[in-house]
């Protein structure tokens, strides 16, 4: 199975669908992946989030602690 | 009903595959959306709320749709955006051209009808792009059963 984390990037263990996307093992391999194509590290890690929750800013931080979120994804 | 040899698709027909915006814009930086208009209701929404809401969450459903048979929810675009969409940024990274920081622009949201008409909710200039390029775009399908 395949996750989408942008239409050339993917989370999973399927082949890729085509030749112009890669498919990664783990999310923190996704996250370097995004680092390395230029995003900085909040929006790389937004992407992240988003991928896994449909939610970009379901990370640990001082304003969702007080809201008792759980983190998701953090590097 | 919705039928995909209408003449209401017409325009978004000739246009796929067209390699670049100007055969739509013409020179002009905005310019009415390539497809038919979504049917309305005269109150309320035609939308099932409830499955909206609960499909988007989670992480977006995504799949490969054809850009030809759609309709519209907002009335125009924007040349500046869609030529964005047509660069490889937005494939690449994810970054779109506006409202980067709102969970629902993330990825184009289309809604099928019982029917098979299927509105694009969010994601215009990117499933405009995608008509130029002549290409399948991917996004989040939201069906009514």
């Known amino acids: 199975m395949l996750t989408y984390v942008t239409q050339t990037l993917y989370v999973g263990d399927d082949p890729p669908p085509d030749s112009d996307v890669v498919v990664v093992a783990t999310w923190t391999a996704a996250y370097r992946e995004l680092r390395d194509r230029g995003l900085c590290a909040d929006d790389a890690r937004h992407r992240i989030n988003f991928a896994r929750t449909g939610d970009m800013y379901a990370t640990r931080t001082a304003a969702r602690r007080q809201h008792q979120r759980p983190a998701v994804h953090r590097v | ?145």
């Open chain 2, 1 to 145: 009903m919705f039928d995909p040899a209408g003449r209401h698709f017409d325009l978004p027909r000739r246009l796929f595959g067209a390699g670049s915006s100007e055969p739509l814009f013409k020179g002009f930086p905005k310019v009415p959306a390539p497809w038919p208009s979504a049917g309305r209701l005269k109150s309320g929404s035609p939308y099932d709320l409830d499955l909206i809401h609960q499909s988007l969450r989670g992480g977006p459903n995504m799949e490969a749709v054809d850009p030809r048979w759609l309709h519209s929810t907002q009335p125009s675009v924007l040349q500046e955006h869609v030529n964005y969409y047509m660069g490889g940024e937005y494939a690449r990274t994810g970054t779109t051209a506006r409202d980067q920081g709102v969970n629902l622009n993330q990825v184009p949201r289309l809604y099928v009808r019982r029917d098979g008409a299927t509105d694009i909710l969010s994601g215009h200039h990117r499933a405009t792009a995608s008509l130029l390029q002549g290409a399948q775009f991917q996004a989040h399908v939201i069906r009514e059963e």
